[in-house]
């Protein structure tokens, strides 16, 4: 039965008024029972308890309230109601949490966290772990911008075993940390959610990945644990140009993976590209180089350079089989090789030698050996096989290069007998080139020949003369020889009593020269029917001019000289007078001589000819290494040594080889210039090799001369100032 309302609350209150305050409460106590949601009466009913000193039952009955009134919405009464309580008990737990979490939804932080705070202190002197962490839970969510407490939440949830939740908040953390650039922070969570799950990837990568914004590379390394994750870091450094780093990394993770073939491919070339063949030979195999020639070429070079001969030839031999096109890079293996190990670089380029020869390609055989020597200029084998090449293929002019370089590299191992056949083969077919007659001046006298200027000069004199192997002329192609009719009386003549006719008197080399001279045919060319004699003798005329010649005042490479005191001697005293009258077997001899020395000169002076257009051809359609055998060749001939050597000269200086450079245009310097004006270019040339060189001096020295026969010629002024401020300072 439903109690009035009203008569219970006008009974209430007298009972009040008459100091009654236990029947009042109990007044109130069946109108709140009969009405729960009477928040006002219920409000009265509490505060009666507290004046009644019945504490606990008010703070129980505004508790009741408060939750009421927060569940219904009433907010701030609520609130109003947890701190009434508060103040009763200040401890109160559940009114603590409410109330923060009341203030929290209104936006009164500062109010939330310090409920929220005592609440916790509350909890933790009770030794509550677990409801201590609640509360750091709760105080990490109330405002998105609080990091700390943030992370202080996150932690928390490890101690309720929330792993899942922790690492969800460490990762949210991260990413919005990494994108305010508080790149520390983000760190921190993600590294405390990889000590949380250490199998997830996608911690590890994010980590890499702030780690590497960072700049922290050796964190970084720590964090991967995937072939594609040490990828990235080396990616990244290289980009970077740490390239070292980059590559100590992709090791790494090679060894995570060794069947990555494209991995081991690149790490192959890398270190191959750094010259680091033993860190090479780690990923490089038959199978990671697969087709690639140069990868192929480059295990052979490692296993040649490592003593794997047998390996590297059969490799060498397969890439040659394959395509013969690739005998210029097992050339160029060949000589990289020889450096270090001669003959293993002789025994590659041979095989690319080979394999010119079985293409008739004799010019690039040829050219194969010609760079080995200049490498390894007295390797006797090598050049053994370059002349036996030149033979067959026809290369004459690489042919005596290399024969002179034979006979240098025969005279240097002490094989004098060898040295000496070639030498002496050279001066027949050359003696007007004084480096070919100084070479076999060295061979005599390692012969143990007691007198070799001797020997030479009577060598030349064509007493006793040279003899060539010169396989240009073959004896079927030589005509019949007709004794001229002058020479061969029609009949015997009359037996006669005449007096014994005076011993001759001996012809010096002077009068040979003349009366050669006098016998010259005029206008006469050479042709088939023409007899062709191999060299006996010498130009004498050409040689003493140029032995004669006063030398030209400049600064002189290291040039081959002769001993020529005896053949001079010889020139400089004329035959004395003789009554008897001239014999014609001596005419003959004479004539034979001069026809001797006339066609040595002419077939030396049309192969000159004939190297010089090549030579010019070749460097016009940009040959340059074949061009340069042949100028070289020409420029043996004195006529065309200004213009070849000059040449040579400054192609040697485009290519960087300056002492090359420098020789070849102090030759050009011995012979006379054509004109003036190329005279001093050649100067001006030499003077700024020389120069570059570091030889202040000698560039010095040749723009003074320059300076004094073409006056201010280009800057040559202010290089000579320049050049003695230098030399000034020592």
Known sequence: MAIDRAAKLRNAEKLLRQGKPDAAITEYLLIVEEQPRDWNTANILGDLYVRAGQTDKAIDRFIRIADGLSEDGFLPKAIALYKKVLKLKPDHEHALLQAGEIAASQGLMLDARAFLNALGARRRARGDDRGLAQVRIRLGSLDPADYPARFDAARARILIQDTAGAIRELKALAEELAGKGRQAEAIEGLREAAVLSPEDDEIRERLLAVYLSAGDYARARECASTVEQFKAIAAWLDERGQSDEALTTLREAARLDPSDGELTTYLARAFVARGDFASAAEYLTVETAGDDSKLLLTLAEMQLRGGKLDEGVALVRRLLEEDASRRDDVAQLGWNIAEHAPEVGFMVVGLAADTAVAQSDWPAAAAALQEFVTRIPSHIPALMRLVEICVDGGLEATMYSAQAQLADAYIAAGLAAEARFI????????????????????????????????????????????TSTDLSLRSDELPPFETPAAAVPASPPPPAATPTPAAPAPVSLNDRASKASALKPEGKKKGRDQFELSTNAVDFQSLISELESPPIARARTESVEVDLSIVLNDIEEPAAPSDAPDNAAADLDGVFAQLRTEAARRTALETADEEYERGLTLHRAGKIDECIPALQAASRAPRLRFATASLLGRIFCERGMTPQAIESFERAAEAPAPTPEEGHELLYDLADTLEKAGEVARALAICMELHAEAGDYRDISSRIERLSKVQSRG
């Open 423 to 466: 030498a002496e083969d050279l001066v027949a077919r050359e003696p007007w080139e004084r480096a070919n007659i100084e070479r076999f001046r060295r061979a005599l006298v390692l012969i143990g020949e007691p007198d070799p200027d001797a020997l030479i000069a009577e060598r030349l004199s064509g007493e006793t003369p040279f």
